[in-house]
């Protein structure tokens, strides 16, 4: 995994922390992308239909949504690098037992299970990264420890497709059990030690929830990233239907929307640094144009992949509202870590159902790009209402030193 460091901090002692929590990220995207690749694999070794697989998928996706409050709220008080290893600690576990399934419905359970720490895990590394951070350098600070999911789309997910297609599904659900290990270790000798100095009550966590601004600004998660997953969703089906052009330019499309991820991911850490506020607003109309426009570039397989790649780079803007969310949040920063997670799988529900409803009422599948537009435009509202209210309570942003 091949990554970049972040600047500013004047020695390397960063370096190798940030580095391990990045892989730990790496092996969660691992985890969740390439399942959804070897979905027919894991269909035919359990007999069953398609459909009745895709509840692997789901069930990984309710682990989430499940794991990220509890496992925010009940690790409050600990030590940051202790619950680090707990997480990994139960990625390695639950991925270990997806390996060794022996029926649809253990599978499905093993996903829960395998589910539950990754929005801790994610949140509780992104909160340790932006302790880390220099002054005005938190953006790319997390940036860099959300690049290993990004780095998975590109280089893990293909690789553990292969392994799935040439020897067994089973094996890569074990290596990432290995690997998770091996994170756990690291974490152990490399993470520093980072305890909660001033932990948060259950009523500041949830009070959270009462603020106006957490919510409008998580409502670009909610609604602005349902149009990632509503084009992604069913790129697949709008290659070989629409660009008709053969299977392996999936494979191709897939790996240019992860280049595209780490790209975005990289430049929009090193923007958010300067201006977070107008980064997102104007990432997020670039994507509302990019989405009308694959509508037709659809037609072309390499103009399909220029979009692809620029779709991808739109969810480089992951970090950079989490650290809005902490900036207009002294408090409840577990909560919000939980709601950010919960808001990534509420948009991986909602962009496939609206492509779907658009494609039961006899729309092509690369006019599912239509949809996408308005998901994204959605969410751009919610940024407008964000700078609003952020202007109501005269919030200013620390921008890094030129």
Not at 227 to 245: H, K, P, R, S, W
Not at 301 to 308: E, M, P, R, S, T
């Amino acid at each position: 995994m091949s990554v970049t460091a972040p600047q500013g901090s004047g020695n390397s002692s960063t370096f190798w922390p940030i580095f391990i929590m990045a892989l730990g990220t790496f092996i969660l995207g691992l985890t969740e992308f390439a399942s959804m690749s070897m979905l027919p694999l894991i269909a035919a070794s359990f007999d069953v239909t398609p459909s009745a697989a895709g509840y692997v998928i789901s069930g990984y996706a309710i682990g989430v949504v499940i794991g990220a409050p509890l496992f925010m709220l009940l690790t409050n008080k600990m030590n940051r690098r202790t619950a680090l290893m707990l997480f990994t600690g139960m990625m390695c576990i639950a991925n270990g037992l997806s390996a060794i399934a022996t029926s649809l419905p253990d599978m499905v359970f093993y996903r829960v299970l395998s589910g539950l720490p990754h929005g801790a895990y994610f949140a509780t590394s992104l909160l340790v990264a932006a302790s880390m951070a220099p002054m005005g350098k938190r953006a790319s600070y997390m940036s860099f420890v959300f690049s290993g999911l990004t780095i998975a789309t590109i280089v893990g997910v293909p690789m553990a497709t292969l392994v799935g297609q040439y020897v067994s599904w089973r094996l890569c659900m074990a290596i990432v059990a290995v690997l998770a290990l091996v994170a756990t270790l690291l974490v152990y000798k490399l993470v520093p030690s980072s305890p909660v100095t001033k932990p948060t009550s259950l009523k500041d966590e949830f009070g959270v929830l009462k603020n106006k601004l957490v919510w409008s600004i998580s409502g670009i998660i909610f609604i602005g990233f349902g149009g990632v997953f509503c084009i992604y969703t069913y790129l697949a089906d709008t290659i070989l239907v629409v660009t008709e052009t053969p299977e392996y330019t999936i494979s191709i499309a897939m790996m240019m929307f992860g280049i595209g991820t780490t790209i975005g991911n990289w430049a929009c850490g090193k923007l958010a640094d300067k201006s977070p506020v107008s980064t997102t607003g104007i990432a997020l109309l670039c994507s509302v144009v990019i989405a009308v426009l694959y509508v037709q570039a659809a037609h072309n397989i390499w103009l399909l992949y220029l979009a692809v790649f620029c779709l991808g780079a739109s969810v480089g803007l992951a970090a950079v509202i989490q650290s809005m969310l902490l900036d207009v949040s002294p408090t409840g920063h577990a909560m919000i870590g939980a709601l950010v997670q919960c808001a990534f799988n509420t948009a991986n529900a909602i962009g496939p159902w609206v492509g779907g409803a658009l494609l039961a009422g006899g729309a092509t599948f690369n006019q599912t790009g239509y949809a996408s537009a308005m998901l994204f435009f959605g969410g751009f509202l919610m940024w407008a209402l964000s700078c609003v209210l952020m202007r109501k309570r005269n919030i200013q942003f620390v921008k890094a030193p030129a």
